[in-house]
């Protein structure tokens, strides 16, 4: 059964501040999707990575994935409030999306 | 603003009502997807549609009744459900399964259903 771990699971930090989220995964796969989703929201795609080094930026954000340690992470430099929010990783070893399954979560909090 | 439009946005049913959430894509896709969320937790995949057939059902309760009437639709019939049954029911949809962006999903509002 593919099991999709992240860590931490909730994350306080200041504004201004770096810091690395963690996804990692049980079986082979050289696609994972990483989501946001704001509290009582839904979720919004975030960055595509389909193969070995892909690495994806959006402002502040920056995902990168390594198949081979089974293992993505998805970096926040000098954050900022707004990026307050919940990111899902999520893994589809099938490459068809009909069994995407998401990560247990990580609920980042940016003080001010 | 999502593309993809889910009806109602809060039901509050009984366990014995019989009730249907329903859900519209705009973009073409051709996969279609019910997730289920409780609080505090990831969505957990419920059925998909691939080119308006069934091609995923996660060992859902029969209470739970997919359609796809046509490639844009979706809806899920909720009959005699349970309290625990009380979640955030997300529907999504892809480009369709097999295209190398398959699994990004674009995901509606959500409906909030509360079984008393």
């Known amino acids: 059964e593919l099991k999709v771990e992240q860590n931490p699971l909730f994350l306080s930090m200041q504004e201004g501040k770096n810091y690395t989220i963690y996804c990692n995964y049980s079986?082979?796969?050289?696609?994972l999707y990483w989501y946001r989703q704001d509290p009582g929201k839904s979720l919004e795609s975030l960055f595509v990575?389909?193969?070995?080094?892909a690495v994806k930026q959006e402002g502040r954000l920056m995902a990168s994935l390594d198949t081979k340690a089974r293992l993505s992470t998805l970096h926040i430099t000098a954050a900022v409030h707004d990026l307050s929010a919940t990111y899902f990783c999520?893994?589809?070893?099938?490459?068809?999306?009909?069994?995407?399954?998401f990560g247990t979560g990580t609920r980042l909090q940016v003080t001010l | 603003d999502t593309e993809v439009t889910q009806t109602p946005k809060h039901l509050v049913m009984g366990m014995t009502n019989k009730k249907s959430l329903k859900c519209e894509q705009h973009?073409?896709?051709?996969?279609m997807y019910w997730y289920k969320q409780k609080a505090k937790k990831p969505p957990e995949l419920m059925f998909v549609?691939?080119?308006?057939?069934?091609?995923i059902n996660e060992s859902v309760p029969s209470r739970f009744s997919p359609e796809c009437p046509n490639s844009s639709l979706l809806n899920l019939h909720l009959h005699a459900l349970q309290p625990e049954d009380s979640a955030l029911y997300l529907c999504?949809?892809?480009?369709?399964?097999?295209?190398?962006?398959?699994?990004?999903?674009?995901f509606g509002e959500g409906s909030r259903l509360t079984v008393l």
């Open positions: 999504a949809s892809s480009q369709g399964t097999g295209s190398p962006e398959a699994g990004e999903l674009f």
């Open positions: 079986t082979t796969s050289d696609r």
């Open positions: 990575l389909l193969s070995n080094g």
């Open positions: 999520a893994v589809d070893p099938t490459g068809t999306a009909s069994k995407l399954t």
């Open positions: 973009m073409g896709h051709r996969a």
């Open positions: 549609y691939s080119y308006e057939k069934l091609s």
